[in-house]
C-alpha cells in the first residue's frame, strides 16, 4: 500500500537483516533526492532477539549510490554562460534547502560573484534572504510581478534545485521563450520532464554551486557590468508596479495585513514558521520574509492541508526555545486538529495563527475565476468557536476582528509560553494577487486591482488548474 | 555551441511520433521489486507491451527484466530516468538504441486445418524454422523462436491457414559481444 508514496520500502522477515535494513533505509531517505522510506517489522520480528551492528559493519544489499558531484566540463560551460549572459537569473527551489545549509551559503557567494537576481519556488524561501537587493521573491502562479517578469524575459537561467513546476512556469509553450536554460538536479528524471533544457548538471547543489564558483574564479570571469545595469534597470521599473500592495482598512483586517504585522512583530526573534495549504499560505509566502533556510516549513507539490500543526509540532520539539508559529487557514488547522492534544501534552508551546475568513479560500477563488461564481462545498457556516475549542484542550484561545488590537493580541501570544490558537478574523472575499491565470504566461500576470476577475481566465485555461 | 540555436525552444521539435522501446532491467531478486517496475508505469501512464523477468544469478541475487514499452522520445527518456531511480534497480539498458542489442521471443502456435492448408502450414513452419511439437490429423502446435518481427510474420501467415490460439513468453534481451550488463 506504501509503495505508491515512499521512495523505498522493506519488509523485514529475519531480525538478522534488521540492522543492515535500519541504515541503508536511513541513508536512502536522507541522500540524493531525499523522500520517505517505510520498514515493515512484522510482529514476530518485533518480539525477536538479535544482534546489533553499526552502520560500518553491515554491507548494502543494493547498488544505490546517487551522483552528487556535477560534470566539470559542464560546470565550465555553465560558468562561461553566466559570464556572457546579459540578463540572467537565479531560479532556485527546494533542492537548495535539501542541501543543507551550506549551499544556501554558496548561492549567496556565486550571486555575489555574478550579480544576478534571485527568484525561488515556494519550497525554496529562506536559501536567499529576503532582505538582500537582489531578491524579487517568489515567482510562479502567486508570485511576484518582477520575478515573473524577469523569468519570461531573461537569456539565461540558472535553476538550482527547482523543477519547473506547473505552478511555476505557467503556459509551457510560453514560459522564458528567450533563455539559456541551466538545470542543476540530483534527480536525472528531473532533467527535461516539463522544459527542455540547454545544460543539465546532475548533482548535489551544494557540490555543484562550489565547483561553479571555483570555475568562475579560476577562468577569472567578472560580471558583466553595462547589461547587468540595465538588467537591473528594467527590474526595477517591474517593482515600481508594487504588486503586493492592498488596501489596509480600518473596519476589517485584510489577511495580507495580519501576516505582515505577524511578520514584523516576530522580526529579529528566533522564528520558524509552518503553514497549511490554501490563500493563507500564499499569503505567508508573499508577505512573510525569510533570511535564512530551514525557517519555512510548508506542503509544496502535494499541497497537503493538516500538515501545519504537526510540522509545528516536530519543530518545536528540536528547537524548545525558538518560536514556532503555524500560519493556518480555519479549514486546514481542522484536519489534524486533534494534535493540540499533544501540544498541550509535551508542553510543545506552538502558535496557530488562524487567518479566518470562514472560506476555504482558495476553492472559492478558483470557484470564482473558472466556475461562474457557483460556489459548492467552500463555505463554511458552522465553524467551531475556536477560543473555546483551545481552552477545550487546555491551550490559551485568542480572537481578534478588529485591526486595532491586532499588534497588541499577537504580542500576547508570542509572549505566552503555552500553546496559543489565535483565531484571526479577517476580510470574507479577499482574493490571492498577484496572479498568472492558468493557461496565461508569466507576463500576462493579474495584479490586486481587477474588478471583473471572472472573466480573466479563458475557456482553455479552464482546463489547466 | 557556436551553431547551437540561441534557446530549446528554437530546436526543431524532435520526432515526436511514437516508438517501440524494449529495456533491459538488473534488479534485485526481492520481493516487491517487480510490482515497484510495473507500478512506475502504471502510476505514470506508460504501456506495457511485453514483460519477461526471471532470477538470472542467484550469487549475486538479481533477476533481469525485459519490458517493452511505446512512447516519443522524450517519454522514453524520462521512462529510462524513473527506472533508474527506483532503489532496487541496478542498471537499465535500452536496448533497441543499442546497435548491439538482441531481441529474441519464444510462441507456441496451435493451427487447425486439414487437405492443402495442412500441408502449407507444415511448409511456411519449415521456412521459419519453427518445430511442430505436437499434432493431429486436423491440427499442429509450433513451436517459433527469432526476433518479435519474424514471430509477426509467421503468425501473419498462419491465420489464414487455421490459426486458433496463440501463446508468447515476451521479448528477452541480451548484448553482443564480450561485455556483460
Known amino acids: 500500500m506504501t509503495r505508491s508514496c515512499t521512495k523505498h520500502n522493506y519488509l523485514v522477515k529475519d531480525v538478522r537483516d534488521l540492522p543492515r535494513i535500519i541504515h541503508e533505509a536511513f541513508k536512502i531517505a536522507t541522500t540524493g533526492r531525499p523522500g520517505p522510506v517505510l520498514i515493515d517489522i512484522p510482529k514476530d520480528i518485533q518480539f525477536a532477539q538479535g544482534e546489533y551492528f553499526g552502520p560500518d559493519e553491515v554491507t548494502s544489499s543494493h547498488a544505490y549510490n546517487p551522483r552528487t558531484k556535477g560534470e566539470p566540463s559542464r560546470i565550465a560551460e555553465a560558468v562561461a554562460m553566466i559570464a556572457r549572459a546579459r540578463r540572467p537569473i537565479f531560479y532556485t527551489g527546494g533542492g537548495v534547502i535539501n542541501a543543507g545549509p551550506r549551499a544556501s551559503a554558496l548561492l549567496r557567494e556565486f550571486q555575489a560573484l555574478t550579480g544576478a537576481p534571485v527568484t525561488s519556488t515556494l519550497m525554496g524561501l529562506g536559501a536567499f534572504p529576503a532582505a538582500d537587493p537582489a531578491w524579487l521573491g517568489m515567482l510562479g502562479m502567486h508570485g511576484t510581478y518582477e520575478a515573473n517578469h524577469a523569468m519570461h524575459d531573461c537569456d539565461v537561467m540558472i535553476c538550482v534545485g527547482a523543477r519547473f513546476d506547473d505552478r511555476v512556469t505557467g503556459r509551457l509553450d510560453a514560459f522564458s521563450p528567450g533563455s539559456k536554460k541551466i538545470h542543476i538536479d540530483i534527480d536525472p528524471s528531473s532533467i527535461n520532464k516539463n522544459v527542455r533544457v540547454d545544460l543539465p548538471i546532475i548533482g548535489d547543489a551544494a557540490s555543484v554551486l562550489e565547483d561553479m564558483i571555483a570555475a568562475w574564479k579560476a577562468a577569472g570571469h567578472q560580471a558583466n557590468k553595462a547589461p547587468l545595469g540595465d538588467w537591473w534597470r528594467q527590474i526595477d521599473e517591474w517593482r515600481a508596479v508594487q504588486c503586493l500592495r492592498y488596501n489596509a482598512t480600518e473596519s476589517v483586517i485584510k489577511p495580507q495585513h495580519a501576516i505582515q504585522r505577524l511578520y514584523e512583530l516576530t522580526r529579529g526573534r528566533d522564528t520558524y514558521i509552518t503553514t497549511e495549504v490554501g490563500q493563507h499560505q500564499m499569503w505567508a509566502a508573499q508577505y512573510y520574509r525569510f533570511e535564512e533556510p530551514n525557517r519555512w516549513m510548508t506542503s509544496g507539490g502535494l499541497g497537503t492541508m493538516g500538515y501545519g500543526l504537526p510540522a509545528a509540532l516536530g519543530v518545536q520539539l528540536a528547537h524548545p526555545g525558538s518560536l514556532v508559529i503555524d500560519i493556518a487557514g480555519e479549514a486546514s488547522i481542522q484536519m489534524c486538529i486533534q494534535e493540540l492534544s499533544t501540544a498541550v501534552q509535551f508542553n510543545l508551546p506552538v502558535k496557530i495563527f488562524i487567518i479566518n475568513n470562514e472560506w476555504m479560500g482558495m476553492v472559492r477563488q478558483w470557484q470564482q475565476l473558472l466556475h461562474g461564481e457557483r460556489y459548492s462545498h467552500s463555505y463554511s457556516d458552522s465553524l467551531p468557536d475556536f477560543v473555546k475549542l483551545a481552552e477545550a484542550y487546555g491551550a490559551v484561545g485568542i480572537r481578534c476582528s478588529d485591526p486595532a488590537e491586532l499588534d497588541e493580541k499577537i504580542l500576547e501570544m508570542i509572549n505566552s509560553d503555552k500553546p496559543v490558537m489565535f483565531d484571526c478574523r479577517v476580510e470574507k472575499n479577499e482574493n490571492c494577487l498577484p496572479m498568472i491565470p492558468s493557461g496565461k504566461a508569466h507576463n500576462e500576470m493579474i495584479l490586486g486591482d481587477v474588478e471583473d476577475i471572472g472573466n480573466v481566465i479563458g475557456a482553455a485555461g479552464g482546463g489547466l488548474v | ?181
Open chain 2, 1 to 181: 555551441m557556436t551553431n547551437a540555436p540561441a534557446s530549446a525552444y528554437d530546436m526543431p521539435p524532435a520526432a515526436q511520433a511514437e516508438q517501440s522501446a524494449t529495456f533491459a532491467l538488473l534488479v534485485d531478486n526481492e520481493p516487491g521489486v517487480l510490482h515497484r517496475v510495473v507500478g512506475l508505469f502504471a502510476a505514470r501512464g506508460y504501456n506495457i507491451e511485453s514483460l519477461t523477468v526471471a532470477e538470472t544469478d542467484r550469487k549475486a541475487h538479481t533477476s533481469r527484466i525485459t519490458v517493452v514499452t511505446r512512447g516519443t522520445p522524450q517519454v522514453l527518456d524520462q521512462i529510462e530516468a524513473q527506472l533508474n531511480k527506483v532503489v532496487n534497480v541496478r542498471r537499465v539498458h535500452d536496448i533497441t538504441r543499442d546497435p548491439n542489442g538482441v531481441e529474441r521471443e519464444l510462441a507456441l502456435v496451435k493451427v487447425r486445418g486439414v487437405g492443402a492448408d495442412r500441408v502449407e502450414a507444415l511448409r511456411v513452419a519449415e521456412i521459419f524454422r519453427a518445430k511442430p511439437v505436437d499434432t493431429t490429423l486436423e491440427s499442429f502446435v509450433f513451436e517459433i523462436c527469432g526476433a518479435p518481427s519474424k514471430i509477426d510474420k509467421f503468425l501473419e501467415l498462419m491465420r489464414p491457414l487455421g490459426l486458433v490460439e496463440l501463446s508468447r513468453t515476451g521479448v528477452l534481451s541480451i548484448e553482443r559481444g564480450v561485455e556483460g550488463m
